[in-house]
């Protein structure tokens, strides 16, 4: 497809329940990220991937929260043992590279929004 | 803590008027700074962005003023429009370091009534 792609849209699930959550990024774009949105807040960064390198995880909130690339392709995101406060969309980003490389733009998703019954 | 600090957090303005956004921040590290519009229901998407060595950057009806000195900068919405209305996030990156991601204010919710 053209642009980033974000799977599922709406979630609803059980608290303590496990979730996964995938992104496939544009072609060709070795940086991708993740980000979360809580409603009426910021964009709040979870974890950044940039080609071979070691994923920056500085952002995940616990250790609940997990996160795995294929190469230079999909992502999944995955959120253990879910809790209310884990509800909010949840937004995946890609781009052409390292930001001091490009023009600095970010793809992003339409989210996948996650309720926590 | 590296923190972007938005205001106002919801503004209306009447169609035809001008908008104003503001942003600030702490660190003197971050040079590039963006503005993202997000229209309910989808992803944020880039509108404009600008860094430190230029004070003033113009597309169309969307500016950015950028105040090095103050560690601020804004966006002025010309000539708004009912199509404008959406939530706008400033942001910030620092290049170079361990971060490679934006740092996002927590948005403005402008509404452009007709």
């Known amino acids: 497809g053209a642009g980033v792609s974000q799977s599922p849209s709406n979630k609803v699930t059980e608290k303590g329940k496990d979730v996964e959550l995938r992104c496939d990024p544009i072609?060709?774009?070795?940086?991708l990220y993740w980000y979360r949105q809580r409603l009426g807040q910021g964009l709040e960064f979870l974890i950044y991937?940039?080609?071979?390198?070691?994923?920056?995880k500085s952002g995940l909130p616990s250790d609940r929260f997990s996160a795995e690339r294929t190469g230079e392709s999909v992502s999944t995101l995955t959120i253990q043992r879910t809790q209310q406060e884990d509800s909010a969309v949840y937004l995946c980003?890609?781009?052409?590279?390292?930001?001091?490389?490009?023009?600095?733009?970010?793809?992003f998703g339409e989210g996948s929004r996650l309720t926590v019954l | 803590q590296q923190q972007v600090k938005q205001s106002p957090q919801s503004l209306i303005v009447q169609k035809g008027g001008i908008s104003i956004i503001n942003c600030a921040y702490e660190?003197?590290?971050?040079?590039?700074f963006p503005w993202y519009q997000q229209f309910p229901g989808k992803g944020p998407a880039l509108l404009i962005a600008?860094?430190?060595?230029?004070s003033e950057k113009k597309e169309g009806r969307f500016t950015i003023s950028f105040n090095k000195s103050a560690k601020q900068f804004s966006l002025h919405i010309m000539d708004s429009q009912p199509g404008d209305s959406a939530t706008y996030f400033c942001?910030?990156?620092?290049?170079?370091?361990?971060?490679?991601?934006?740092?996002f204010g927590k948005g403005t919710k402008l509404s452009v009534k007709p």
């Open positions: 600008i860094r430190p060595d230029v």
């Open positions: 072609s060709g774009h070795t940086a």
């Open positions: 942001a910030a990156n620092r290049y170079g370091g361990s971060q490679g991601n934006l740092i």
């Open positions: 991937f940039q080609g071979n390198s070691a994923p920056d």
């Open positions: 660190n003197t590290a971050f040079d590039y």
């Open positions: 980003a890609s781009s052409l590279g390292i930001l001091q490389e490009n023009t600095g733009e970010l793809f």
